[in-house]
C-alpha cells in the first residue's frame, strides 16, 4: 500500500473502545498495550471495512453505466409513452399534415394517417351546434346606483383601516385591516373572520403567509391571538391603530406594552364593546375629501368627493352630484356617464356623446376610501357594485331586469325536466352553480359586456335539448334566442373512388383514418331545386398532404447514436483502466490524520480499475460492438450509420446526417424497417432475415439493464438500481455487503472479548502490584527498628 504518513499499521481509540487509563501501580500503559496485543482482530475489521468500501464503489460505478443504459431504453426502446421510441408507428409516422385548396381555411387537421393522400373533403353543408338559448335583451336595468343614502348621523366602522403591528422571528409587520366587501368589522365574530383573512395577505420569509402561524379566535367578546406552529420564533404583539378597539388597551390613550403571541393564547384584556366597533358620525364627516375608484370599460379612475366646507354649503346630494359629474367627465370623456341625484341616492348611468343609452359600456366602483363603501358604508353601495348584474347579491336585490317582484321563495325553476330550488339567500352566483351542477345537462354563463345570460346544453349536436318551466320566467324572464343543437354535415370522397360520403358528426372536430380533422365554416355546397342544399361540383375541394415529420426523425436518431457512443464510452474506460495495488480503501483512523483533499484524491486513486476486465461489462461490450448486423451494414451505411472499425471504438456508430435526411425523403418505411424489422423463426427452427439495429439494441440493453419482470439484467441483478426498487436490496453486491456487516459485527464482538480478557488480566496485575508495594513498604519500616 502507499504511504500515508504511516497510518497503514495504525488504530483508533474510536475502535478498540478503549478508555484510556493506564496503570496507576505498575506505570503501565495499559490501553496502548491492549491495542498491541489485539492488532490481529482490528486489524480484521479494518480489512473488512475496506473491503466492504470497494464493493460500495464497484456497485456506484456499475450504476452509473446501468442508469444511462435505462434513461437510453426508456427515451429510445421503451414500447410506452417515450414521443422519440423507434418502435412506435406514431414517431415514423406521415404525422406533418398539410391542408391543401383553396377552401383549406375551413379545414384544420392533426394526427398521423398513411392514407391521408387519399382522402378529399368536397365540402361542409352545416357545422355541429350546441343547443343554445340566449338573453333577448339586457339582463340589468344597465343603471349603476347607490343604495338610500341616510344623511343624518350613522354609525361607522372603526377598524377599517387601522393597524396591527406583530413581530416575527425578530422581523417587524404591519398588518393594515382592508376595505371591501370580504371584510367586515360590524361584530366580534366578524372581525376574527376578517383579521384571520387579512393575515393571508402578509408574506412571512420561507414563502409562508401570516395566517400560516397566527390565528384569531373569540373568548366570548374578546379575541385570542394564537400561536400555531410554536417553533421557537420570536412572537409578539407590538402595537397598532387598531389594538384598543380590539380590546388590548383599556384606553386609546392608554400606554400599551409589547406582549407575547403563545401557543396558549394571548386573550385581549378587555370584552369588545359596541363603542369599540362603531363610532356615530355625521355624514358629511365620514364622506368629505375622501376618494371613489370608478372602472369604465376597463379604465379605472379616482375621483375626489367634495371637501366638508362645500357639502355643508347647500344640498348634499346635489353637491355630491355636480362634483362627481365634472370629474368623471374629466376623466372618460364628456357626456359618457350621466350622474342623477334621485330617490334619496345617486345613480350612473353610461350614455352616448350627444344623447341615448350606450348599453356596451360596463361601468363599476372598484374600490373606495374607508368608510365609504360595504354593508355599513356612507354610500350604501358594495364594493364592485356596477351598471351589470351583480353577481354576487341576492336574486332580488342584484338589479336583475328580469326578476318578478313578489316571487315567493323558494322557488323551483325547471330546466330540462329536472327542478332547481331556489332560496331567498341565492346569490346570482350561487343559482347559477345550482343549474351548472345539477343533471339538467345545462351550463350557464353571465356575459358581462352584453348583459346578457347564455344557457348552452352540455351534449353535443342534435343530442342537445333546452326547455324551460316552473319559476324560471320569473327570475330569467320569457325573452329568449333560441337556437336548435345540430350535428356536422361533412362531405368526403377517397381517391379512386367517385362515391360520395356525407359524414355526420356531433361535433365540429372528429377522426378520420387517424387524422383528427376540425371543420369551422361551410363550403362546398350550394341551393339546388327547392332550396335544398346538394354539392357545388365546381367547389374546389380540400386535400391532404402527408409527410414524416423529417426534422425530429434526424435529431432523434443524430442524439441516440452521441448518447449510445457515450454508453460504449463508458464500459470501456470502466474495463480499460488497471487498478493500482498501492491505493485500498482508507480506514477510518487514515482518514482522521488527512484533510479532504488529500482523502478525495487518494479515493480517486484508489477507484480506479474496480471493474478492469470484468466479465459482465465485457459481454456487454461484445454485444453493444455488434447492434449493426453484418448483413445489413451496407444498407445502413447508404443511410449515412456506420460502425468503426478501429478496435479501441469498441463498435462505436459513426452518423452522416446529410445522407440519413436524404434517405428519408425517399424512403421513410424502408429506414423504418432497418431499425425495427425482426427476423423469423420456421416452424423447423430456421431463421430467416436479421434483426434491425434497434431490435438488437433493445436485446442488448434488456440482457443487461432490464429493471422489469424477472429475470432482471444481469448489471442489474448483480448491482441494483434505483429505477427497480426491488432490486436495491436484491442483488449480490448487496449480500456481499451484508454478508461482511456481520462478519464486522462477529469480529467486534470478538475484539470486545479479548480487551475484556485483557483488562482483567491487567487488573489483577495492578492489585498484585499494589499489593507488594504494600508488603514492601511494611518491611522497610520493620527493618528501620533495629
Known amino acids: 500500500m502507499a504511504s500515508i504518513g504511516g497510518l497503514s499499521g495504525s488504530t483508533s481509540n474510536s475502535l478498540s473502545g478503549l478508555k484510556g487509563y493506564g496503570g496507576l501501580a505498575s506505570g503501565l500503559d495499559r490501553d496502548s498495550l491492549i491495542e498491541s496485543m489485539t492488532q490481529g482482530t482490528t486489524s480484521k475489521i479494518y480489512k473488512q471495512q475496506q473491503k466492504k468500501t470497494s464493493l460500495q464503489w464497484e456497485q456506484t460505478a456499475i450504476r452509473n453505466i446501468t442508469d ?8 429510445y426502446l421503451s414500447t410506452y409513452s417515450s414521443s422519440t421510441n423507434l418502435f412506435s408507428s406514431t414517431f415514423w409516422g406521415r404525422n406533418n399534415i398539410s391542408v391543401l385548396g383553396s377552401n383549406s381555411k375551413y379545414v384544420s387537421v392533426s394526427g398521423s394517417s398513411s392514407t391521408a393522400d387519399t382522402l378529399s373533403i368536397l365540402g361542409v353543408k352545416q357545422l355541429a351546434k350546441k343547443a343554445q338559448m340566449t338573453s333577448g335583451s339586457a339582463a340589468s336595468d344597465g343603471i349603476l346606483k347607490t343604495g338610500k343614502i341616510d344623511l343624518s348621523d350613522q354609525k361607522a366602522e372603526n377598524l377599517e383601516g387601522k393597524t396591527i403591528e406583530i413581530n416575527y422571528g425578530d422581523k417587524n409587520y404591519t398588518v393594515t385591516l382592508p376595505s371591501g366587501s370580504d371584510y367586515k368589522y360590524d361584530s366580534v365574530d366578524n372581525i376574527v373572520k376578517s383579521l384571520n383573512k387579512a393575515f393571508e395577505n402578509v408574506e412571512l420569509d420561507g414563502g409562508k403567509k401570516l395566517n400560516d402561524v397566527l390565528a384569531v379566535e373569540t373568548k366570548g367578546d374578546r379575541i385570542v391571538f394564537k400561536d400555531k406552529v410554536n417553533n421557537g420564533n420570536i412572537f ?25 403571541i403563545t401557543s396558549a393564547g394571548l386573550e385581549s384584556v378587555r370584552d369588545i364593546t359596541e363603542d369599540d366597533i362603531f363610532t356615530k358620525t355625521p355624514f ?18 379616482s375621483i375626489k368627493l367634495p371637501e366638508k366646507d362645500a357639502l355643508n354649503n347647500g344640498n348634499i346630494l346635489d353637491t355630491l352630484r355636480t362634483s362627481m359629474q365634472k370629474q368623471l367627465d374629466d376623466a372618460f370623456g364628456d357626456g359618457r356617464i350621466k350622474v342623477s341625484a334621485n330617490s334619496g341616492g345617486l345613480q350612473f348611468k353610461t350614455t352616448v356623446p350627444g344623447g341615448g343609452n350606450d348599453t356596451s359600456s360596463v361601468l363599476s366602483v372598484s374600490s373606495g376610501s374607508a368608510g365609504l363603501l360595504g354593508e355599513n358604508g356612507a354610500l350604501n353601495m358594495n364594493y364592485g357594485e356596477s351598471n351589470r348584474v351583480n353577481m354576487e347579491a341576492k336574486i332580488s336585490e342584484s338589479g336583475l331586469r328580469t326578476f318578478k317582484e313578489g316571487t315567493t321563495f323558494p322557488a323551483t325553476i325547471t330546466i330540462n325536466g329536472v327542478d332547481i330550488k331556489v332560496e331567498e339567500s341565492d346569490t346570482v352566483r350561487t343559482l347559477m352553480d345550482k343549474i351548472n351542477n345539477s343533471d339538467a345537462g345545462v351550463e350557464v354563463n353571465y356575459q358581462n359586456s352584453s348583459d346578457k345570460f347564455v344557457f348552452t346544453s352540455k351534449k353535443d349536436g342534435a343530442s342537445g335539448k333546452i326547455s324551460v318551466g316552473g319559476d324560471f320566467k320569473n327570475i330569467f324572464g320569457t325573452s329568449f334566442n333560441k337556437t336548435d343543437g345540430q350535428d356536422a354535415i361533412v362531405a368526403v370522397k377517397y381517391a379512386g373512388s367517385d362515391e360520395v360520403v356525407e359524414i355526420v358528426r356531433d361535433s365540429n372536430s372528429f377522426k378520420i383514418d387517424g387524422m383528427t380533422i376540425s371543420v369551422n365554416g361551410e363550403f362546398g355546397y350550394k341551393a339546388g331545386a327547392g332550396g335544398k342544399l346538394e354539392l357545388d361540383k365546381t367547389s374546389d375541394p380540400v386535400t391532404f398532404d402527408a409527410k414524416v415529420d423529417e426534422d425530429k426523425i434526424v435529431e432523434t436518431i443524430k442524439k441516440m447514436v452521441e448518447e449510445y457512443n457515450e454508453i460504449i464510452e463508458l464500459v470501456g474506460k470502466e474495463t480499460g483502466i488497471k487498478p493500482n495495488r498501492d491505493y485500498e480503501p482508507l480506514t477510518s483512523a487514515q482518514k482522521a490524520e488527512m484533510s479532504e483533499s488529500e482523502i478525495e484524491a487518494w479515493e480517486e486513486k484508489a477507484k480506479e480499475g474496480l471493474l478492469f476486465n470484468d466479465n459482465d461489462l465485457k459481454g456487454l461490450s461484445n454485444s453493444l460492438r455488434f447492434v449493426v448486423s453484418t448483413a445489413d451494414q451496407a444498407a445502413l451505411k447508404k443511410l449515412g450509420i456506420t460502425t468503426s472499425s478501429t478496435a479501441s471504438d469498441k463498435g462505436k456508430l459513426s452518423f452522416d446526417e446529410s445522407a440519413f435526411r436524404a434517405a428519408l425523403k425517399t424512403d421513410p418505411e424502408g429506414i423504418r424497417e432497418m431499425f425495427t424489422k425482426e427476423r423469423t423463426v420456421d416452424e423447423n427452427g430456421v431463421a430467416t432475415g436479421v434483426n434491425g439495429i434497434a431490435v438488437n439494441m433493445k436485446s442488448a440493453f434488456d440482457k443487461y439493464a432490464k429493471t422489469l419482470g424477472e429475470p432482471k439484467g444481469i448489471l442489474i441483478e448483480r448491482a441494483g438500481s434505483i429505477k427497480s426498487p426491488a432490486s436495491i436490496t436484491q442483488n449480490s453486491l448487496y449480500k456481499q455487503m451484508e454478508q461482511i456487516d456481520k462478519r464486522i459485527s462477529d469480529l467486534q464482538d470478538v475484539l470486545k472479548m479479548e480487551q475484556d480478557r485483557y483488562i482483567r488480566q491487567f487488573t489483577a496485575l495492578e492489585s498484585v502490584i499494589a499489593q507488594m508495594n504494600s508488603q514492601s513498604g511494611w518491611l522497610s519500616q520493620f527493618g528501620s527498628g533495629y
Open 236 to 260: 409578539k404583539l407590538t402595537g397598532g391603530t387598531a389594538l384598543s378597539h380590539l380590546g388590548f388597551k383599556d384606553k386609546p390613550d392608554s400606554e400599551f406594552k409589547e406582549m407575547d
Open 68 to 75: 444511462k443504459m435505462i434513461a437510453f431504453s426508456d427515451k
Open 284 to 301: 358629511i364627516d365620514r364622506i368629505a375629501g375622501k376618494e371613489l375608484t370608478f372602472t369604465y370599460n376597463g379604465v379605472s379612475k
